[in-house]
């Protein structure tokens, strides 16, 4: 065991004050009191009144007083001494005589109640530091918690390395702790099992590790089948007791035996290889299961839209065809109708006028393309019944379905296949539910005779079976997309306790009717304000009975906004993209959030360097191959920096750093306060078979392609970042950064564009105690929710059409307050949370009063929006921020024309965790120069406006170089006359 983690330099920074503080701290912690102050000038002389107060609010600020006093930020040391009235430069003299110091020191420690660590005071911080190293891994995390007690339990940190040893020490006591209650399952067959792991298997041609952490590409039956195949190896092992491991522990172990090659895990000891195992093969069950349930999705849904395609073909096809027959048989009815021809002689005359042989064939090919009276392309699905069948007798058989709904019909006709699978018989009895399919599928499943067809019978369980797993009334145990929606929400035995606390977090009165009652005034008091504006020649107003709304006008800039960007623009300096990232790493530190996954490896320069080159790669789309010769670095390094460093809460460590750096930037608050933000979808097209790739012609032809969809601030930052398919619906990921924000950006409001909303996307906002301001595409169009029909209000009647039904989200109210709390507090995610709320056509009762109350946050935000021009302005402007960045986001991401190449859907998070990080970088590097440029301009006296300020923009790239610099040796090059030698293979 190795007795220091930190680097020298993180050592001495971890020994003296932060390089910046910021200024809410200084204002909290440095802040001198009126009993301060009594003790501060109880000592002689300025340079020790001065000394003694800082080492006073050190005490209180870091835990400990840095022995060099000096290294204090100096704009603390000048707030503290403008307190004091005294000179800062008098610091310098401070603690020349020894005792001095530690006597100021002692007498602090009396009077603020500290005091040095005992031997007992050591044991219990041992032993509870214990218990978090069975929690987490990361020595960073665990000296910052261990400095947290100490200070809460006002005990003087000791020396930085005392602590690093007691780190490492209890580091090693926790994976010793977890080995042990681990021994009584690790029988020797449970062991055998685990290490072959990390064993060639002749029949993979690879070791099962391998094998198990490689995704799937592709949504094909014999994805799926290799997924089933994953399944029936994990299920060897019995899992039951994992549970006795940590949520964060088992996650970070995991990622340990994800990353690491069977060499290096074999050359582990016991202690520390079985549990990385184990972790590993518990969170490859979970994800395996979810896979095969994801590929079983997409598989049947792009086979449903082939079917669809078919049909349209078809009917292309037949087009021609179908005009013959109907000109045909005109001919035939006109024959047919005459009453000049007696019936002995008709066909007579029908043959004359048709040969008997163009009749026959014409029939023969109307019967060919006669469509089904109700015109659905099931026949062209049941046509791809083969293709499905490849996988779909192991899949039924793979899994226990459960049911949420008693005596579920599609459950007994799931198990119904699984018994004709499992007996090879091929008819369906008789007696198999039907009532669990909807009614246009059931000409085709029950033939004339009435036997059930065994194609159509299969397709339709499927089909339903699909939605039932999207909704959640079909679940499955071992899995985490496809579990039980009860295990989301706060569990019901522990919501009466924790409801106060979720009420007061989110601003909700703990009764059911006041928040009901209060929205309900709103609605009364803007239905009464806003019909009288509906007039003719307003810009809202009615026309014929619907409500027109004119496009907002745009406003030119002011000429001296424009100068100023001009300005602004001659100003700012040509910079390599590499050197910028350098720079604003320097200010911020950001490089510092990239830790090992096993917390324990040392920083060096070289490892930045590699970082740096990892962080273009990606974010850029170099790519690592083509990044490591434009960096001349051996390309394993850069993948083991990538593997070991970049992961998504790394990267979003990182950006957050980013994000509260712009934030605290004095030009950031003319942008904005942070308490407005807005998220878009950007879509890029994918190279190969992409599984979570989908096809949307209008952005991607004939290819297929993903959206990075993100979050961006008022003030121009991106807070968050998400790969998601582009055929689903924004609406279902807008929550998921906003609640998962953990910079300093205050958010109360947020704004997407139409695809972004829903009802229930509406209700969830309020619930939270947050504003949702969607820019609503044909918002005349919209239906408006009123309250009782004795309301009258003669503009906006054409628009009501519905009322609330009061009663509906009374009766579910504690329900959708607990799933409102269920998100604040972390226990599912929103996007989750979301695509089972609205998956299944057949909703629940709690999806329907969250669509209820979700009419009337809609229709108040509606009115609000008619009202007041300035609102919608407020939404376009942030946008349109959004957009800028857009623009930026494709400059940065250029190669490959900006394809991307990655196939796994951790890689592409990554990738789009990187460029979210490299544009936050340029938008802080811009704000900090712009501000330099707009500070030369007013010393030479320019006068530059605050509303001009308002007007500018640090989404601009023109000065930025990411391609990087070539270099033209001529004179090096020009004597060589033979060919450069061939690369030798491998």
């Not at 050190?58 to 040391?77: M, N």
């Not at 539910?433 to 499943?445: A, N, S, T």
């Not at 997309?481 to 909700?508: F, G, H, M, S």
């Not at 029909?789 to 504690?814: E, F, M, N, Q, V």
Request: proline share 5%; hydrophobic share 40%.
């Amino acid at each position: 065991m190795h007795g220091y983690f930190l680097s020298d330099n993180e050592r001495e920074q971890h020994q003296r004050f932060p390089a910046e503080i910021p200024s809410r701290d200084v204002s909290d912690y440095f802040t001198l009191s009126a009993a301060d102050r009594r003790r501060v000038n109880r000592q002689r002389g300025a340079h020790n009144r001065l000394g003694f107060a800082l080492q006073l609010c050190a005490l209180r600020y870091l835990g400990f007083a840095p022995h060099e006093l000096t290294s204090a930020p100096a704009s603390v040391v000048m707030f503290v001494a403008d307190q004091l009235q005294v000179s800062p430069t008098c610091l310098s003299t401070y603690g020349q005589r020894a005792h001095t110091r530690t006597d100021h020191l002692q007498e602090i420690l009396d009077s603020m109640g500290y005091r040095k660590a005992t031997p007992a005071d050591w044991g219990h911080l041992r032993s509870w530091l214990r218990e978090r190293a069975l929690e987490h891994d990361n020595p960073t995390l665990l000296l910052q918690l261990a400095c947290e007690k100490l200070q809460r339990e006002k005990i003087v940190r000791p020396g930085i390395t005392r602590l690093e040893r007691l780190v490492l020490q209890v580091r090693q006591d926790g994976q010793a702790e977890i080995y042990q209650r681990l021994s009584p399952w690790l029988i020797a067959d449970r062991r055998q099992l685990l290490d072959q792991l990390l064993i060639v298997d002749p029949e993979l041609r690879r070791t099962p590790l391998t094998w198990l952490r490689q995704a799937a590409s592709a949504n094909s039956p014999p994805a799926i089948m290799n997924a089933l195949k994953k399944l029936t190896y994990l299920r060897q092992m019995p899992l039951e007791n994992v549970s006795m491991l940590n949520p964060n522990r088992l996650k970070l172990l995991a990622q340990i035996g994800r990353r690491s090659t069977p060499p290096a895990l074999q050359r582990l000891p016991e202690e520390r290889r079985y549990p990385i195992l184990l972790a590993f093969w518990h969170q490859t069950l979970v994800e395996t299961t979810d896979e095969a349930l994801d590929l079983f999705d997409r598989c049947l849904a792009e086979t449903e839209a082939r079917a669809s395609r078919d049909l349209v073909e078809f009917r292309t096809t037949v087009a021609r065809a179908t005009n013959e027959k109907v000109r045909l048989f005109g001919e035939v009815g006109r024959v047919v109708l005459d009453t000049t021809i007696r019936d002995t002689t008709l066909r007579r005359a029908i043959y004359q006028r048709i040969s008997r042989e163009h009749l026959q064939r014409a029939v023969d090919e109307a019967e060919k393309i006669a469509r089904p009276d109700d015109d659905n392309y099931f026949d062209f699905l049941e046509t791809r019944y083969a293709y499905l069948r490849q996988f779909v007798h192991s899949f039924l058989a793979g899994f226990f379905f459960h049911s949420n709904i008693p005596a579920d019909p599609l459950l007994k006709a799931v198990t119904v296949l699984q018994d004709l699978n499992a007996t090879r018989h091929r008819g369906v009895p008789d007696d198999a539910p039907l009532e669990c399919l909807p009614r246009k599928w059931l000409p085709y499943v029950v033939a004339r005779d009435g036997r059930i067809d065994r194609h159509y019978y299969e397709l339709g369980v499927l089909w339903e079976l699909r939605n039932a797993l999207r909704a959640g009334n079909i679940w499955l145990e071992s899995s985490r997309r496809y579990a039980n929606p009860e295990t989301y929400l706060i569990p019901k035995e522990r919501w009466p306790q924790v409801r106060p606390e979720v009420c007061q977090q989110v601003q909700l009165p703990e009764d059911n009717t006041t928040r009901l009652a209060e929205r309900e005034q709103e609605l009364s008091v803007l239905f009464e304000r806003v019909d009288p504006l509906l007039v003719q020649g307003g810009k809202a107003r009615m026309e014929k009975s619907k409500l027109v709304l004119s496009p907002l006008e745009a406003e030119d800039l002011p000429a001296s906004a424009v100068e100023l960007a001009r300005l602004i623009d001659e100003r700012l300096p040509y910079v390599e993209l590499s050197e910028l990232l350098i720079e604003v790493d320097r200010w911020t530190g950001f490089s510092q959030c990239f830790e090992h996954v096993a917390g324990s490896e040392p920083r060096s320069t070289d490892l930045q360097r590699r970082l740096y080159a990892v962080l273009l790669g990606q974010g850029c789309n170099i790519g690592l191959t083509r990044m490591a010769r434009i960096a001349e670095t051996p390309h394993h390094q850069l993948v083991w920096c990538n593997t070991w460093y970049v992961r998504e809460e790394t990267l979003k460590a990182a950006t957050t750093t980013l994000v509260n750096f712009h934030y605290h930037q004095p030009l950031s608050r003319y942008w904005g306060g942070g308490t407005l933000s807005s998220s878009d979808g950007q879509r890029f097209p994918v190279s190969g078979k992409v599984r979570h790739a989908t096809a949307l012609p209008r952005y991607f032809g004939y290819g297929r392609g993903v959206t990075f969809y993100t979050w961006t601030s008022d003030q121009f930052s991106q807070y968050g970042t998400k790969v998601i398919p582009a055929t689903v619906r924004d609406a279902t990921y807008v929550l998921d950064e906003i609640l998962d924000n953990e910079t300093e950006l205050s958010l109360v409001e947020h704004t997407t564009d139409t695809a972004g909303y829903t009802e229930i996307v509406f209700a969830l906002f309020d619930l939270l105690g947050l504003q949702f301001s969607p820019r609503i595409r044909d918002i005349g169009g919209q239906q408006l929710y009123g309250l009782d029909r004795a309301s009258t209000y003669p503009h906006l009647r054409p628009l009501l059409k519905g009322r609330i039904k009061r009663a509906l989200i009374l009766s579910r109210w504690d329900d959708m307050v607990r799933v409102a709390g269920s998100l604040r507090l972390g226990w599912v995610t929103a996007s989750l949370l979301l695509s089972k709320l609205q998956a299944y056509p057949r909703r629940n009762a709690l999806s329907v009063a969250l669509q209820e109350y979700g009419r009337l946050i809609k229709t108040l935000f509606i009115l609000r929006y008619l009202e007041d021009e300035t609102y919608r302005r407020r939404i376009n402007t942030q946008l349109n921020k959004g957009e800028a960045l857009h623009a930026l986001r494709e400059f940065l991401f250029f190669a490959n024309k900006g394809t991307i190449r990655r196939k796994q859907e951790e890689e592409q998070t990554h990738q789009a965790g990187c460029l979210n990080l490299l544009t936050n970088a340029v938008v802080a590097w811009n704000t900090v120069y712009m501000a330099a440029a707009i500070a030369q301009l007013q010393a030479d006296g320019y006068l530059v406006r605050d509303e001009d300020i308002a007007h500018l923009s640090p989404a601009r790239y023109e000065h930025i170089n990411p391609y990087g610099k070539y270099s033209f040796e001529v004179d090096a090059l020009r004597g060589k006359t033979r060919l450069r030698p061939l690369r030798t293979p491998g």
